[in-house]
């Protein structure tokens, strides 16, 4: 799911307040902290089923009635503000015993020792081998620290009746073929007298944050990493960099693509044909109602010119190293991110982070009930077959530096406010000096 992330304070700081003692990282859950003896686990989370913010309410009163030993009491926080929140708590030792995190896992924890590995909290190697491979974004110094709750992958939303209308009987499958529907439908629909947008890209529009995932999706198609692989060198400003920023620019140079437009507001209202987000935001568009049902679709991501993959999001759940009661808080994460709640959290359009044939006959049937009912759900696999852990790996390092500077050097190079070489070359010093600090 796409929400917007909040810069990170410093992983001093966390490291600095947690080094003075362990009991100062220490919270709230234990034997005694609730009558009868019952572990008590102080859960913050975001609101993650996207559409319905009372669900994770639903989930921890569930779980608190199926338990006699755990209870665990559910901290609700805005999108906004609660990463900050948490980081602040987790500081000065006043924080959650279990909260949501983004995949990939926020190097500042890690590095501050903040989060206990999984095998700390009761998980077996059968549990963790049940798991997709890209679970491995949440891996670290050979640890799994994070419990895949689902994932999201950048895929690509067509408008299926605008496509007919221009004779496309098939969404475009690699970057040649993208730009040509795309230019078609924009060129011809404007000579109709009712032009519509060929295609958006997701951040040159009223959604900035997005720009992030839209690049490394591009960048990784071309061929390109965010970084070396030993996360020591900012490696954007490559020939592959400038092939996937030369190849958006081109939308805007050759008057395919209008900047500022809403990609999601405008293919709600079939302004635009085609954009690409994370699947999540299929709620948004089925939320479109009369304007949208029947009318769109979903397809894997266009290949470029090195591959078809796109960037991975998504939350996990994650427990303080420092909590009372590691056994409680993975009683409670091996329940919220079980198999049988991933499941369901497809209500959604989350992907199931586990492998089908390795769980429960129940789960999978839940699973496979999903999938068979819905003809999303086929491009969104196929997507998610193409990707893999690396770039999730790479954006890790130097994250809030890169996002910031990226946010700016790709607009502006993609709209031509600067050259594309000036544009990757910012993104790299900004980048490689946060990497240098880490060391």
């Known amino acids: 799911m796409a929400r917007p992330r909040r810069r990170l304070l410093l992983a001093a700081s966390l490291a600095t307040v947690c080094a003075i003692t362990a009991s100062a990282c220490s919270t709230s859950s234990s034997p005694d902290s609730s009558a009868g003896g019952r572990s008590t686990v102080e859960f913050w989370s975001m609101p993650f089923w996207i559409g319905q913010d009372s669900k994770v309410k639903e989930l921890v009163d569930e779980f608190n009635k199926s338990q006699d030993k755990v209870t665990v009491r559910l901290t609700q926080l805005e999108w906004k503000d609660g990463r900050e929140k948490i980081k602040q708590a987790v500081g000065a030792g006043t924080g959650p015993d279990v909260w949501l995190m983004n995949n990939g896992l926020e190097l500042q924890y890690l590095k501050a020792g903040s989060l206990a590995p999984l095998d700390s909290l009761g998980y077996t190697k059968e549990d963790t081998d049940k798991y997709l491979d890209l679970a491995k974004i949440d891996e670290y110094n050979g640890k799994l620290y994070g419990a895949p709750l689902y994932f999201d992958v950048g895929v690509m939303m067509y408008r299926t009746d605008i496509l007919k209308k221009y004779g496309f009987a098939e969404?475009?499958?690699?970057?040649?073929?993208?730009?040509?529907?795309?230019?078609?439908?924009?060129?011809?629909?404007?000579?109709?007298?009712?032009?519509?947008?060929?295609?958006?890209?997701?951040?040159?529009?009223?959604?900035?944050?997005?720009?992030?995932?839209?690049?490394?999706?591009?960048?990784?198609?071309?061929?390109?990493?965010?970084t070396s692989s030993d996360y020591t060198t900012s490696t954007q400003n490559s020939a592959a960099g400038k092939t996937a920023m030369k190849y958006m620019k081109s939308f805007y140079t050759d008057k395919i693509s209008p900047v500022g437009t809403s990609a999601l507001n405008g293919f709600i209202d079939g302004k635009v044909a085609m954009f690409p987000f994370f699947q999540s935001v299929i709620a948004d568009v089925q939320a479109g109602g009369e304007k949208t049902d029947g009318k769109w679709a979903v397809a894997p991501m266009p290949k470029g010119p090195a591959s078809g993959c796109s960037m991975v999001g998504g939350h996990s759940l994650v427990a303080n190293s420092h909590a009372k009661d590691l056994k409680a808080a993975g009683t409670f994460m091996k329940w919220l991110a079980s198999p049988e709640r991933s499941a369901q959290y497809m209500d959604f359009h989350a992907i199931f982070p586990y492998q089908p044939s390795k769980v429960s006959a129940e789960a999978k049937a839940a699973f496979d009930k999903k999938v068979n009912s819905d003809p999303s759900w086929k491009p969104i696999l196929e997507q998610l077959s193409r990707n893999s852990p690396d770039l999730v790996l790479q954006d890790r390092h130097a994250w809030d530096t890169r996002w910031e500077a990226q946010k700016a050097s790709i607009v502006a190079g993609v709209g031509g406010q600067v050259p594309v070489g000036e544009a990757l070359k910012s993104i790299d010093d900004q980048v490689g000096k946060a990497l240098e600090a880490e060391k």
């Open 171 to 226: 969404p475009p499958a690699t970057w040649e073929e993208l730009k040509s529907t795309a230019s078609t439908i924009t060129k011809r629909s404007a000579a109709d007298g009712h032009k519509v947008s060929g295609w958006q890209f997701k951040g040159m529009d009223d959604h900035l944050n997005a720009i992030n995932s839209t690049w490394e999706s591009f960048l990784c198609q071309a061929g390109g990493s965010l």
